[in-house]
């Protein structure tokens, strides 16, 4: 009997074992890389050889985990949620998704019109409803018409390298924005990406949590009477949860007087508001908690008319660089630069809009620079030419039952910050010490200098750092930090999302030179306002640190501003910052010699900057054939070096030490990882990169194995 049931038994065991190999097999799919091209034809294959053309056309092949691979050239396509977005998978693991250039910043999707392929909507990016995708090196620009370039909903993203430019009439609320929930947007990473155009937002953070932007870079532009007095700024944070600024930088905003309109209300670089403790139809956290500003610059920002008593606390387009308001739980600042504004930054608890009050924020506000403010302060409506402002410890904006004031804050930390040259008052209303004040026209009102208060000249050369010969130096509260910023290093890890290990933390990569910043020049120079309502209102794209060598160096701004001295006047800007050090002006050289110092050598060492680190198209994944692998870089004239062992390295000229000298595609048939490293002549090298391929071959060939095990390639199943 035993005999007749092992019989019976055994081929039932076989076919177990082949239907588990089959279920196994049906959820291993090797993630796979399709290519487009300005070129291509949707009839092909959608190969590296035979590319398609449209994203709507690869999105019915794309499955969770897939990459699609964008060719140079200019798309006018959108890509939509529901026609061409197909998201990862949450896991775990999670999967990702990935939409990237084929080499960084030569793509451009800038749909003609909602006719145009992959158009449901008036957005040229919209990810409503998807998640865990990635999008790189891609220039996103909206048309006339458009509401915005990029409309972000869902969850689980990572916009890697993205630049977006919005020519939406000039009356859209933003470039790039976050749409409301439900369900609400989170978990968003914008990394080494830059924002301009004709917008009231070149970026805005909207009912949203968990989000990260860092070495962000913003200019203000324009935007027509459509929002009136209402708030405008480089960046908004608006209703939204746990959100960090990283080495972030909103600089050379304004604009003129939009011909008549008699307010512009730039409220300045940042805008931080919120108007309510929840929201019915968003069952989000409670809203406005544990907002950090790390490393940031906000610089020359400016209006050119005011409009006192529009509002208490904003009044005259007030341009603090940074204002909050509302249910802020824990507001955390350090080593941040206010410099160059009306305002340097305000803090207030604004009564228009509490639901149900205005709460009692937390703030912590150490190593920041507030500086050359141009405003004047007055009564009642106003407060500029303050360097920081407690606007509800302002008698003259009416801390006691003035609708611009409702609540107050449940603990202040001012400390270990630098009050400069502004030319009202350096502190209003903030109760701190060992902070430094020196070259305003006050120093203090309506509050005491602190014990260990500094009033002697900080020897400031330069906007990101306290030399080591200031008195500031090392004369901070614990005795060996500075008093001041020191915004020298990047924040956060590359690629971190919010809640990561070493998300918000300091690292040892060097800041300067700034990350892709000719790039962002290059951008900023090219914008033209496409409405007629821009001509004698919009200031020049050409402006501030975009100027060409052919303008003069200069300290400050004060020829380099972004507005006019008339309703209608365009300025010639005969002179700006960045050319002391006898090289090109650049991002960095303009704000480290707005003072009028050259920039360091350590700083600004062009010639022998580090070369950009090589990028792989296709990217490290599994692959169920052979692949032909091309690695660039967007240091201009440097080389690669590549390997299969690790650490390659060039010679610092034409060739590698290490390693072979890539010039061509490298073919991938089996399981392998490439290394690479840029650099040569007029470059040091780069950080080695690395991609690990699993080619899985055209078929899963199972094998019997001792035991019960079936293997199968991709995965493993046992039976008892």
């Avoid at 405008?232 to 939204?240: E, L, M």
């Avoid at 730039?266 to 989000?284: I, K, M, Q, R, V």
């Avoid at 360091?600 to 990217?619: H, K």
């Avoid at 470059?683 to 071959?697: F, L, M």
Wanted: with cysteine.
């Amino acid at each position: 009997m035993g005999s007749l049931r092992h019989k019976f038994l055994q081929p039932m065991r076989t076919l177990l074992k082949f239907a588990l190999l089959f279920l196994a097999a049906s959820a291993v799919r090797a993630q796979s890389t399709y290519y487009i091209a300005t070129n291509g034809s949707d009839s092909n294959s959608c190969t590296t050889s035979s590319r398609c053309a449209t994203v709507t056309h690869v999105f019915g092949l794309m499955h969770a985990g897939d990459t699609l691979i964008i060719g140079d050239g200019t798309y006018d396509q959108c890509l939509d949620h529901g026609v061409s977005l197909v998201s990862g998978s949450a896991g775990p693991p999670a999967v990702w998704t990935t939409y990237m250039a084929e080499h960084d910043w030569a793509v451009t999707f800038h749909p003609t019109g909602s006719g145009s392929p992959g158009c449901t909507a008036t957005y040229t990016l919209r990810t409503s409803y998807t998640s865990y995708i990635v999008f790189q090196g891609i220039k996103f620009n909206a048309p006339l018409g458009f509401n915005a370039a990029i409309s972000i909903g869902g969850d689980h993203f990572k916009f890697i390298r993205i630049g977006s430019m919005s020519a939406t009439a000039c009356a859209g609320n933003t470039s790039v924005g976050m749409a409301p929930g439900p369900p609400e947007v989170h978990d968003v990473l914008i990394e080494d990406s830059h924002f301009w155009g004709c917008d009231r937002y070149p970026f805005d953070v909207y009912q949203s949590f968990n989000v990260v932007l860092r070495r962000v870079v913003t200019r203000y532009d324009f935007n027509d009477t459509s929002f009136g007095p209402y708030q405008k700024s480089g960046i908004t944070v608006y209703d939204a949860d746990n959100v960090v600024l990283e080495n972030c930088i909103i600089l050379d905003s304004g604009q003129w007087a939009n011909g008549g309109q008699g307010y512009v209300t730039l409220y300045g670089g940042l805008w931080h508001e919120n108007h309510a403790t929840s929201f019915s139809d968003w069952p989000g956290p409670n809203l406005e908690r544990n907002t950090t500003l790390l490393g940031n610059v906000f610089l020359n920002i400016h209006d050119y008319i005011c409009n006192p008593g529009t509002y208490p606390l904003d009044g005259c387009g007030i341009n603090a660089s940074w204002k909050i308001s509302g249910n802020t739980t824990t507001e955390l600042e350090t080593n941040n630069v206010f410099w160059d504004s009306e305002a340097g930054a305000v803090y207030g608890i604004a009564g228009d809009n509490c639901n149900p009050s205005c709460g009692s924020p937390t703030l912590n506000l150490q190593h920041n620079l507030y500086g050359a403010t141009t405003g004047t302060h007055i009564q009642r409506g106003v407060s500029e030419g303050v360097g920081a402002n407690q606007s509800c410890n302002d008698p003259d904006l009416g801390s006691t039952g003035s609708p611009g004031c409702s609540g107050s804050f449940a603990a202040i930390t001012f400390q270990n910050n630098l009050m400069m040259n502004n030319n009202s008052y350096g502190n209003v209303g903030f109760v701190g010490d060992y902070n430094g004040y020196y070259g305003n026209t006050s120093n203090y009102y309506n509050v005491s200098a602190g014990a260990h208060d500094k009033t002697a000249n900080p020897g400031l050369l330069y906007l990101p750092r306290i030399e080591a010969t200031s008195p500031l130096h090392n004369a901070g509260s614990d005795g060996t930090s500075d008093i001041g910023p020191s915004i020298l290093y990047e924040y956060g890890c590359s690629g971190c999302m919010w809640g990561d290990t070493g998300y918000n933390t300091l690292t040892s990569t060097p800041l300067w030179p700034y990350p892709y910043e000719s790039v962002i020049k290059q951008d900023f120079a090219a914008y033209d306002c496409p409405i007629a309502s821009c001509s004698g209102n919009s200031p020049p794209a050409v402006r501030g640190f975009v100027q060409p060598d052919t303008v003069s160096s200069s300290a400050g701004a004060a020829s380099c501003l972004p507005y006019g001295s008339g309703s209608a006047a365009v300025p010639t800007q005969t002179s700006c910052p960045g050319r002391l050090y006898g090289g090109s002006r650049t991002l960095t050289s303009y704000i480290w010699e707005y003072l009028g110092n050259a920039c360091p050598s350590s700083i600004c060492n062009y010639g022998n900057s580090q070369a950009a680190t090589p990028s792989f198209s296709p990217g490290a994944g599994t692959y169920s054939g052979t692949q032909t692998v091309t690695l660039s870089t967007i240091s201009s004239g440097a080389v690669i070096c590549w390997n299969l062992s690790g650490s390659p390295a060039t010679n610092g000229t034409t060739g590698c030490t290490t390693g072979n000298l890539y010039s061509g595609t490298i073919t991938v048939s089996a399981n392998q990882t490439i290394y690479a490293v840029a650099g040569g002549t007029g470059y040091t090298d780069s950080t080695v990169a690395s991609a690990k391929y699993v080619i899985t071959g055209s078929s899963i060939a199972p094998t019997m194995m001792a035991g019960g095990t079936v293997w199968l390639q991709g995965g493993t199943a046992w039976l008892p």
